[in-house]
C-alpha cells in the first residue's frame, strides 16, 4: 500500500517574519505559503518588487493590476510551495510586531471557520507534478518527446523551474550547453577580424556593385560605406531572428511525426520547457558555426565577396548582441522604466502566456509590428 501522503507544514506569522528578516522572500497566497528566494531575481517585475512584498499575501497582486498572471505564472508558483500559514495567521500583517498604535482584534469565529477550511489550491494553480509526469525526468529527455504525440504542444509550453538533461553521452549533453559569456569570446574576436578584412578590402576600390551584369553602370562602393554596411547586415539579422524564431521555433510539429517533434524540442522546445536554465539560453558555438556557414555561403552566392562579407559581419554582430541580449531578458535585473525593463517583461510573455501568438522578436519588438504579432497590452477597468 502507498504510504499516505504527510500533512504540509505549517507556518507561524512570527515565524514568516522572521525567515523575511532574515532575507527570504516567503509569500502567501490565502493560507498557501511560497518560498520565492531563489526566484527574485528572475522576477519580469524587478527583484525590488517580490521584496517589498515578503511576508505579505499576493492573492489580490495576481490577478493585477499592473499585470494579470497567467494560469502558466500560476503553476509556477506551485513549485515553490513549502507549507501553510496557521489558521488566522494570515490575517497578520508581516510588520504588525513594528507597527505602532494598538493591535486590532481577532475574530474568534473567523479563525475557527479557517481551521476547518483546507487550504485548497487556486484551480488554475494545478502545479507540474515530475514524478507523474508524461517524461520521466531522471533519463534524457529528448528521446522521450517524440513519443508525447498530440499531448506534447501542450506539455512543452507549460514551463518548470528545473534544468533538462538531452542526451545520454555526456559528451553530446556538453555540446548542448553553453555558459553565456563563451558566444561573447568566441564571435567578438572574429567580429573584429573581419570587419578590418572587410574595410581594408573596400579600402583597396575595387568592389563594385552590379559588376557581374554591368560594367558601364556598375556602382563603385568605397570603404567610407563600410559603417552603414555592417548596420545594414545587423537590420537584416534583426528580421530573420524574428522569421526564424516565429516559423522554424515555433512550428508545431506533426502529432504524429515523432522525429519532428524530436527536433523541435532540440531546437527550441527545451528552452519553453526550462526557460531558466542558464546553460540552454545562449546558441552552442559548435552548431552555431554550421548555421553561421551557410548564412555565409548564400551572401557570397548574392553578393559580391567583399560586400557579402560586410553584410555578413554586421549580421553576426547581430547575432551576438541578440544572445547576450536573451540571456539578459532572463537573468537580468533592469531598472524599472527602462527599454530592457519593458523588453524583459514583453519576453517572459511570451514564455507564461503568448507562447504561440505573439512577441516573436527579442533585441526588438519592431518585426513584431508589420507581421501583426504584437502582444496588446493589459486593460483594467476601474472599480469602484
Known sequence: AAAPASSPRSFSASEVRARCAQGACLVFCRRRL??????????PGGEQLLRRRAG????????????????????????????????GEEQVPPAAAECPGPAKPVDEQVVGAAAQTPARMDPRC??????????????PLLWQVGYLGEKYDEWVHQPVDRPIRLFHSDFLESLSKTAWYVVFMVWTPVVLYLSWVSYTSLAQGNTRLFSSFTTEYSIPVHKYYFPFIFLLGMFLWSLLEYLIHRFVFH??????????????????????KSPFDSSRL??????????????????QLLLPEVLGLS?????????????????????GSPKKGTYLYGLKAYH???????????????????????????????????KD
Open 34 to 43: 511560497y518560498d520565492l528566494s531563489g526566484f527574485v531575481r528572475l522576477h
Open 56 to 87: 505579505t499575501d499576493v492573492s489580490a497582486a495576481l490577478d493585477g493590476p499592473p499585470h494579470r498572471h497567467s494560469d502558466n505564472a500560476r503553476r509556477w508558483l506551485e513549485q515553490y510551495y513549502v507549507g501553510e500559514m496557521e489558521p
Open 126 to 139: 494545478k502545479t507540474v507534478d515530475v514524478e507523474k509526469d508524461l517524461v520521466d525526468w531522471q533519463k
Open 251 to 272: 512550428m508545431k510539429p506533426p502529432a504524429s511525426n515523432y522525429y519532428l517533434i524530436t527536433l523541435h524540442f532540440l531546437l527550441h522546445g527545451q528552452h519553453h
Open 282 to 299: 545562449v546558441f552552442p558555438p559548435v552548431p552555431a558555426s554550421l548555421v553561421i556557414g551557410f548564412f555565409y555561403g548564400v551572401l
Open 311 to 331: 553584410v555578413f559581419v554586421g549580421g553576426l554582430c547581430g547575432y551576438v548582441v541578440y544572445d547576450m541580449m536573451h540571456y539578459y531578458l532572463h537573468y
Open 348 to 382: 517572459v510573455k511570451h514564455h507564461f502566456e503568448h507562447q504561440k501568438s505573439g512577441s516573436f522578436g527579442i533585441t526588438t519588438r519592431f518585426w513584431d509590428h508589420p507581421f501583426g504579432t504584437l502582444i496588446p497590452e493589459e486593460t483594467f477597468e476601474k
